[in-house]
């Protein structure tokens, strides 16, 4: 018997946990998320979509591989780092 793997099988899947506005990303909502951890494979780290993100015009690489991320939705900018 042989086994086939389909197109649709090779798509890589995303499961979200809520939806969330920037407006709701506040310190205080941080640190409850660090009362969460540590996070891994029996407790795994939650993932949130927000909609109707755009860029600033902001963004931009620093240093060698590093990025400078400035994205607004609803009036609300948020502003992040990534290797």
């Not at 995303?14 to 009362?35: C, V």
């Not at 540590?38 to 990025?67: C, Q, W, Y």
């Not at 400035?70 to 290797?83: D, K, P, Q, R, S």
């Amino acid at each position: 018997m042989s086994a086939s793997i389909t197109a649709e099988l090779l798509i890589p899947e995303i499961i979200i946990d809520t939806e969330i506005s920037f407006k709701e990303i506040t310190t205080s909502f941080y640190n409850i998320l660090r009362q969460m951890e540590p996070f891994g494979p029996e407790n795994m780290t939650p993932v949130f979509i927000a909609r109707r993100v755009v860029d600033t015009g902001f963004s931009k690489i620093v240093k060698e591989n590093h990025l400078r991320i400035v994205c607004a939705t609803g009036g609300f900018n948020l502003y992040g780092n990534w290797l």
